[in-house]
């Protein structure tokens, strides 16, 4: 079990996760429905449970996780000048298009956002029209903004949730945003809340694809943006697909180092084939995993298929405080990997 003991005294997480060498892959979210809201700041650490608008939004999405297993990741961004409208409010959707894919599908539409009442009762039904109820969705085409082709960039910079996303978070959505995000109309870059995973801060999410990356440190960030050099100089700050579950996307981060980048524009779907059944899944010390692809056009299908095993374990903080205690994680690699 590897410790750095002069990181322990940190109060930072993300300082001692990476001392400690905590490797991210594995700790993207997995959602099949994505709902980002437009809201200015500040930004309690409970704003889905305490803010008057979003409350009802949360427990509807709730609801529809137990009931139908619908997988919704809620976010918010801050308003920025060069892309918001004033009175109004942006909302971006991403869903998941079919079970093999390779980018989310997304719809935005802008909402009168003063009278207060106006916004909150336009919300609630869009949120509701897009997850449920498609058949309403016209009712919301005069708010409807044409942006399938454009790419976001979501930062973390959450400070109220865990210092560490605003103290290492901020930075880097400033480097991204003047760098990348500005006088682009091909690429935003947000502020964006909290989506887990506060040791990998800086870390933030590419969307229509779903990316998470982690550990960000500025030298990087060309190579993530343009994608003009190896894969394997990012492999230490990918947290993994959101398309796939924790031990796919150790799998899928073999292939991709292995393939190059044009294996992020195959369509792909997971499987666990077998796992350790002696531990909780998200702990299991080994699994056995199928990933299934075709190109886009259809031309090209196949599968791989490997396992993962662990091969020990380090010392992390999941959060930031002077008190926080040292939690043991188990990391992963690929023992057996072949094309099927």
Known sequence: ????????????????????????????????????????QPWPAGLWVEHPILT?????????????????????????????????TRVIYYRRPRKRFAKFEKQEFILPKEPDEDFSQ???????????????????????????SIREILVCTHGNVDVACARFGYPIYEQLKS????????????????FGGHQFAPTLVDL???????????????????????PEKLRRFYRGWAG??????????EIWLQQGWDWFDYEKEGQIIAIDENN?????????VRINFSSIDGKITGAYQGRVEVSHQIMTMTNSAD??????????????????
């Open 280 to 288: 909780e899944e998200w702990e299991a010390d080994w699994a056995e």
């Open 122 to 148: 336009l919300i609630t039904p869009l949120a509701i029209a897009l997850l449920e109820q498609s058949q309403f969705l016209s009712d919301f085409d005069c708010y409807r903004q044409e942006t399938e």
């Open 179 to 194: 760098n990348y995000g500005s006088n682009n109309k091909s690429l935003r870059v947000w502020r964006c809340s909290h």
């Open 244 to 253: 796939l579950s924790q031990f796919e996307q150790i799998v899928d981060r």
């Open 208 to 230: 229509p694809e779903g990316r998470y990356w982690g550990h960000l440190e500025s030298e990087i960030l060309d190579l993530l943006i343009n994608r003009h050099d190896s």
């Open 323 to 340: 008190d926080q205690s040292l939690t043991s994680v188990k990391q992963y690699h690929i023992s057996q990997l072949f094309r099927v």
């Open 56 to 88: 009802p939004l949360f427990q509807r999405f709730s609801i529809l996780r137990q009931e139908q297993g619908i997988a919704i990741r809620p976010l918010v961004i801050a308003p920025d000048r060069d892309y918001s409208v004033p009175k109004s």
């Open 1 to 40: 079990m590897t410790v750095n003991t002069e990181a322990i005294d940190c109060r930072f997480c993300s300082i001692v996760s990476k001392a400690n060498g905590e490797d991210p892959i594995g700790t993207a979210g997995y959602y099949t429905h994505w709902i980002i809201l437009e809201m200015v």
